[in-house]
């Protein structure tokens, strides 16, 4: 059973930048592609960004697209999310998983972005 443990949450003043960090455990890792998502208060949880297993194509949603970057290194199983501009609207708990989603979710790490 793969497990997932993201990190690198925080408070970030707006304009901030954050990288996560999604650490997995076993190797079957490298065969998945790999998301971020997201869930604000009261809101449901939405998918951020994907990379395929190798890592040459990734996605975004549109509400991150040019400021958010997914990468990941297999040697490592680590999945990272670079978010740069940071608005209030990114405060969320921030989860990785498989896209599509097979594994059960993580404890997540908070972002919280405020002034």
């Known amino acids: 059973q793969v497990q997932l443990v993201e990190s690198g949450g925080g408070l970030v003043q707006p304009g901030g930048s954050l990288r996560l960090s999604c650490a997995a455990s076993?190797?079957?890792?490298?065969?998945?592609?790999m998301g971020w998502y997201r869930q604000a208060p009261g809101k449901e949880r939405e998918l951020v960004a994907t990379?395929?297993?190798?890592?040459?194509?990734?996605t975004y949603a549109g509400s991150v697209k040019g400021r958010f970057t997914i990468s990941r290194d297999n040697a490592k199983i680590t999945v990272y999310l670079q978010m740069n501009s940071l608005k209030p609207e990114d405060t969320a708990v921030y989860y990785c998983?498989?896209?599509?989603?097979?594994?059960?979710w993580g404890q997540g790490t908070q972002v919280t972005v405020s002034s």
């Open positions: 990379i395929t297993s190798g890592g040459a194509t990734t």
């Open positions: 076993g190797s079957i890792f490298r065969l998945y592609a």
């Open positions: 998983n498989t896209h599509p989603i097979t594994i059960d």
